[in-house]
């Protein structure tokens, strides 16, 4: 995988206003609107729309997609598995796993012996509920930026839950709820609680629901999971309950006398958003790689072009420069932060 080679990648890899398209494969990675052909990273809403013609994923992401969208979302789907190599109209295609969520994967593209991989959302740290990040060389690596700043640099998510489980001990009469983005964080949450030994009833927000029984069902060990609705109030002093982050501010709430509100996000790292999100409990959890994370990652595939996707592009771009990397923002439309 030369310097020279590399150059020329963007002759059959490139932006366009539909999402990153491979013109030799004819297919379009994560796209923002409806194409004929979408390989997709993982299930997360900015990445897996609905209105493909034909979707390209991992067994779990398609059922991710199903769950969420309908049984209908794409024309047909075809579940590739991690690590099996394929070939779309001469372009070697391969999903490799990125540590994100379940189902979640890199895509590696080689064609004329040029490789890029194009990461989606990935992390490096722990994470019982998928396999870990996989780091493969190459001569393009695309690359997420959500929490590219040097602030950013997540705990052990194994000593936040920790800190969650201490404070339950300490207040047993209240109810701990815990905002979580609902695909990925919950999950994690839950199995990390389970993993230090918590074996009281999970209890979960409807909207949690859905891709909760999924994760479990596609083999993921989550302990007792109940739903607040079929839960009477008094049951629910001193337990733990897990919601979407925007339910922490609604109606829904009042419904637990004097909770302890906690919010798993990697966004609990800056101070003014834990002061605006009025939570008690901050918990330093995220399923995106932080700014340590990232450059590692990028130095470890010894790409030579890094093209960088959403978030904060342009602290990546310039570190990366610094240490000799030819990188640049990509600018791709439709995808946001994730509740992350
Ligand atoms: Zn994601
Ligand atoms: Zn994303």
Partial sequence: MSAMRSAGIDRWLYPTDRGLYCEPADAYIDPASPVPRALITHGHSDHARPGHGAVLATAETIEVMKVRLGAEAAGRFEATPLGATQSLAGVSVRFVPAGHILGSA????????????????????????????????????????????????????????????????????????????????????????????????????????????????LGIPLGEIRAVADTRPADLAGALVLCPPSALADRWSRRFPDPVTAFASGWMRIKGRVRQSGVELPLVISDHADWPELIETVLETGAEDVWVTHGREDALVYELGRRGLNARALALVGFEDEGD
């Avoid at 489980?165 to 839950?190: E, F, M």
């Fill in 106 to 217: 890199q895509i590696v593209l080689e064609w004329n012996g040029q490789r890029a991989v194009i990461s989606g959302d990935y992390k490096r740290s722990a994470d019982p509920t998928c396999p870990p990040f996989e780091p493969i060389a190459c001569d393009v690596f695309v690359t997420e930026a959500t929490f590219a700043l040097p602030v950013f640099h997540h705990e052990p998510a194994i000593s936040e839950v920790g800190r969650l489980l201490a404070s339950l001990r300490r207040n047993p009469d209240r109810t701990h709820l815990v905002g979580a983005y609902g695909l990925g964080k919950c999950q994690r949450v839950i199995r990390l609680a389970r993993d230090a030994g918590y074996d009281a009833p999970i209890y979960l927000h409807g909207a949690l629901m859905g891709t909760t029984e999924l994760y479990q069902r």
